[in-house]
């Protein structure tokens, strides 16, 4: 089973950059769609961002539209999220996600982003 690591979490001030990858051990599935979701402290864990793995289709919450961008290196096997113009109600725990078609979920075990005011 792939197994999901990410990194690339850290401190950072509104309106900073953060880069966080997700390396997947194994092989990804070409029908899979790969996903970053947050946590907050006190709140339920919401979707941020996806990418198709076969053909890089995007999707983004909201929130995060025009601020982040999520992209694959299909031969590094990992998954990205560029943060830009960061904001303190960004901060959370973030999880990649690997979601394939009648197979179970993995998750990776989350990297802390933090933005101070």
């Known amino acids: 089973q792939v197994q999901l690591a990410e990194s690339g979490g850290g401190l950072v001030q509104a309106g900073g950059i953060l880069r966080l990858s997700c390396v997947a051990s194994?092989?990804?599935?070409?029908?899979?769609?790969m996903n970053w979701f947050r946590q907050a402290p006190g709140k339920e864990r919401e979707f941020v961002a996806a990418?198709?793995?076969?053909?890089?289709?995007?999707f983004y919450a909201d929130s995060v539209k025009g601020r982040f961008t999520v992209s694959r290196d299909k031969g590094k096997n990992t998954l990205y999220l560029e943060m830009k113009s960061l904001k303190s109600e960004d901060s959370g725990v973030y999880h990649c996600?690997?979601?394939?078609?009648?197979?179970?979920?993995?998750w990776g075990q989350g990297t802390q982003v933090t933005v101070s005011a």
């Open positions: 996600n690997a979601a394939v078609p009648t197979q179970k979920s993995v």
């Open positions: 990418i198709t793995w076969a053909a890089a289709i995007t």
């Open positions: 194994g092989a990804i599935a070409s029908s899979a769609t």
